[in-house]
């Protein structure tokens, strides 16, 4: 499993290896500092990031050995606000958001098993009520997971398919709910209406559950991920973030402009096409998997 995440991370290893093979010699100089710069952005750090790494190279330029040490710990420092997600003992739902292609619903797939495995009875609401093999690929999935799965045939309505799934849970005494919601854009008024409406029929009708809002974040989108995650955070508090698609083309250092910049921590990334590539992310083996061994 840990193979797996520091194999998904060498894009983002491959690109510091080589920053720190420059900084290993004598004399740094301003070009080089333009070349390392470059290589910082193409990690999807972010400019501030980067800035933050570019003054720390510049204040330790006359002891080379330090930096990697330095850049590491400030990586590190950076993230120690981080809380592990935690599910209390009272009744959880968790809505899944995101773009479309973000992976929702694999994911939410995979956050059921993860959670059945620690002994939570889980039910799992489709409520894309846009996308028929959405509804079908997440009953797939209910069935290899041995969690209940619910959908409304009869309604296209979003939020009524999510106030059934609550009251089914109550009735069977379920302890999570996780909700796969539609992908839509940040620009689509009328369907960011829909996911404001969802929220307010949890919060208002159904008091006894705790609600988490986490977003699906494609890993390969960069920066793009930021406007997303702002969008989506003027309709519903986003609690947590998914990084998924690790494993692909993905450089992954948006982690850190996604805490720097919106304060919203990851908690999961997906490494895999797998039912079992979920990780749970943990901020020091991550700056691991950047910087050790580059």
């Not at 559950?209 to 930021?226: H, P």
Request: aromatic share 8%.
């Amino acid at each position: 499993m840990i193979n797996s995440f520091i194999k998904a991370l060498s894009i983002s290893r491959s690109k510091f290896f080589k920053v720190f093979n420059i900084l290993s010699e004598n004399k740094i100089s301003a070009k080089d500092i333009e070349l390392i710069e470059q290589m910082l952005l193409e990690t999807d750090i972010g400019y501030d990031v980067t800035c933050d790494i570019i003054e720390i190279i510049k204040k330790g330029a006359n002891n080379s050995s330090d930096l990697k040490s330095n850049i590491k710990l400030h990586l590190v420092t950076m993230l120690n606000y981080h809380q592990e997600l935690r599910i209390k003992e009272e009744k959880t739902v968790i809505v899944v958001v995101g773009v479309n292609g973000s992976g929702k619903t694999t994911t939410v797939a995979k956050l059921a098993k993860f959670y059945n495995r620690v002994g939570k009875k889980v039910t799992l609401v489709a409520a894309d009520t846009y996308r028929a093999a959405a509804v079908e690929q997440l009953k797939i999935w209910s069935e290899r997971v041995g969690c209940r799965f619910i959908f409304n045939q009869n309604s296209t309505e979003p939020a009524s398919v999510v106030f059934n799934g609550l009251e089914s849970a109550i009735a069977k005494d379920d302890d999570l709910v996780i909700v796969d919601t539609a992908g839509r854009l940040h620009t689509s008024e009328n369907l960011m209406k829909e996911l404001a409406k969802i929220n307010r029929v949890i919060e208002n009708r159904f008091p006894q559950f705790s609600k988490i809002s986490l977003i699906t974040i494609d890993a390969s989108l960069g920066q793009n991920s930021l406007v997303q995650a702002r969008e989506f955070g003027n309709i519903c508090n986003i609690d947590g973030a998914v990084l998924t698609k690790l494993d692909g083309t993905a450089k992954g250092g948006i982690v850190f402009p996604l805490y720097d910049t919106l304060k919203i921590p990851v908690n999961f990334v997906g490494v895999g096409e797998g039912f079992d590539d979920l990780r749970k992310f943990n901020p020091i083996k991550y700056v691991d998997g950047i910087i050790d061994n580059a």
